[in-house]
């Protein structure tokens, strides 16, 4: 099965700052990959997917990139709203599997 | 409105059986695959289980292989995960999710509240 990974498992960075977090497949997923929010105690909330398409509603300032092996996530102004992990998944075939999640934190 | 709602968690014995429920509403569900995604408290996603729209395709994480079982009813609507022979590490909270998808893009947009199962002794 492929793995998923993500770095780092936690940063922390001061608002307005540039954030990214890296995805990580263990073998190519052509562009088959969603990123997730979670807020403590809420639901996740499907940022993007396809690798690069913002889902509806999402701020602008979150931004996906990348194909095959290699994805980022991108947050262009930290906000404080956006304290959270977040969470890679590939939808291709199953097993759907997530990455153990990244905790953005304000500094 | 569109929502999906669990139910049937609670306190389990290890080794015992817990059948969890979906009920969804606002949208045509059998036009939708649908997935268990599971979460022990404080820790990460797990992706648990789909069925395909029609019941007819499943597929498991290795954890659960054997041990659990998704199904459905289209006819009401639900979606079901049949858990036997539960372990300590089953602990979680369980979230079933709509499986959007639209010319092999895929990805879940809706997701229900989740409802914690914990096996205890």
């Known amino acids: 099965d492929i793995q998923m990974t993500q770095s780092p498992s936690s940063l922390s960075a001061s608002v307005g700052d540039r954030v990214t977090i890296t995805c990580r497949a263990s073998q190519g997923i052509s562009n088959s990959l969603a990123w997730y929010q979670q807020k403590p105690g809420k639901v996740p909330k499907l940022l993007i997917y396809a690798a690069s398409t913002l889902h509806s509603g999402v701020p602008s300032r979150f931004s996906g990139s990348g194909s095959a092996t290699d994805f980022t996530l991108t947050i262009s102004s930290l906000q404080p709203e956006d304290v959270a992990t977040y969470y890679c998944q590939k939808y291709n075939t199953a097993p759907f599997t997530f990455g153990p999640g990244t905790r953005v934190e304000i500094k | 409105q569109v929502q999906l709602v669990e139910s049937g968690g609670g306190v389990v014995q290890p080794g015992r059986s817990l059948r969890l429920s979906c009920a969804g509403s606002g949208f045509t569900f059998s036009n939708y695959a649908m997935n268990w995604v599971r979460q022990t408290p404080g820790k990460g996603l797990d992706w648990v289980a789909v069925?395909?729209?029609?019941?007819?395709?499943?597929y498991y994480a290795d954890s659960v292989k054997g041990r659990f079982t998704i199904s459905r009813d289209n006819s009401k609507n639900t979606l079901f995960l049949q858990m036997n022979s539960l372990r300590p590490e089953d602990t979680a909270i369980y979230y079933c999710?709509?499986?959007?998808?639209?010319?092999?893009?895929?990805?879940?947009?809706?997701w229900g509240q989740g409802t914690l199962v914990t096996v205890s002794s």
């Open positions: 999710a709509r499986r959007d998808c639209t010319s092999g893009i895929c990805y879940s947009s809706l």
């Open positions: 069925i395909l729209y029609d019941g007819g395709d499943k």
